[in-house]
């Protein structure tokens, strides 16, 4: 019985054997392969992958503007210096404190005035368009007074109720505006001078101005002036919206003076010489 059983299993193994040579044989042979046509282009997709959240998607480019390629949907943005101001007048200011000024947007100079109202004006440019703001803390409000234009300088009375402005066109030609914020009035005014060269009464529509006798050719305000590339030689006049009436008051002929930050102080006129700093004084 241990005989034949030897003998089965002995003949199990030698076909085992035998299998396994030839296919490690069939394996070792050369074979050349050949790929089948690529048919995958007509397959349908069994899963489809969804877009990302959030990931805006890009806008085509314009035919008016080649170079825009900017995303349709921004989560970020610059605000403008509209935008910035009503965010700082519903937000930001809780009383008039000129030591707390350091929020106004860039570029910009504010200035308080009465108790809950605030100047805000940008850099003068010819250019870039500029305007003159006012916030109101109580109410939360933005009002622009004047622009978006080129040059743009302004000075005010010291209850904000007259505003005089000055903007070019962008090429040098300047225009001068007398605003009444009551009643709603501006006056052009048809001389060459500067906001910075001017007092504005507040108890009645009339202004004290050093009005330059000449600037040299080619020049361009507000820049040339800011800049000290030219020195004015200023008479001094007395301009009243009401009458209306225009008087000189001092011919500047006697003295070159470049005037700036006039101030009425009693009966007299004190002013700044630009060249020197030296204070001056004109009696009324």
Known sequence: MNKWLFITITVILVGLFGVVMY??????EPHTYT??????????????????????EKQPLSNNNPS?????????????TEDQLTYIATSTIREINPDKLFFAPSDTRAYPYGKDTIFVIERPSNLVRTSLWTINTTSKTVTRIAGPTFGLMAQWSKNGRYIFTMHTDGNGAITLS????????????????LPSKCFIVDT????????????????????????????????IMKIDFKTPKVTELWSGDSDSLDIQNPIIIGNALFFTNRSDASIWKLAL
Do not use: H, W
Request: glycine share 4%.
């Open 23 to 28: 296919y490690g044989m069939q394996a070792l």
């Open 35 to 56: 790929p089948q046509n690529d048919t995958t282009e007509n397959i349908e997709p069994s899963v489809i992958l969804p877009e990302l959240p959030g990931l805006p």
């Open 68 to 80: 825009e390629d900017k995303p349709s949907l921004n989560p970020v943005k610059v605000l403008s």
């Open 178 to 193: 007398f605003i009444d914020t009551r009643l709603k009035t501006t006056t052009p005014l048809r001389m060459a001078t």
């Open 204 to 235: 009645t529509p009339v202004m004290y101005c050093g009005v330059p006798q000449g600037a040299p050719q080619n020049t361009l305000l507000p820049e040339d002036y800011l800049n000290s590339t030219f020195t004015s030689r200023d008479r």
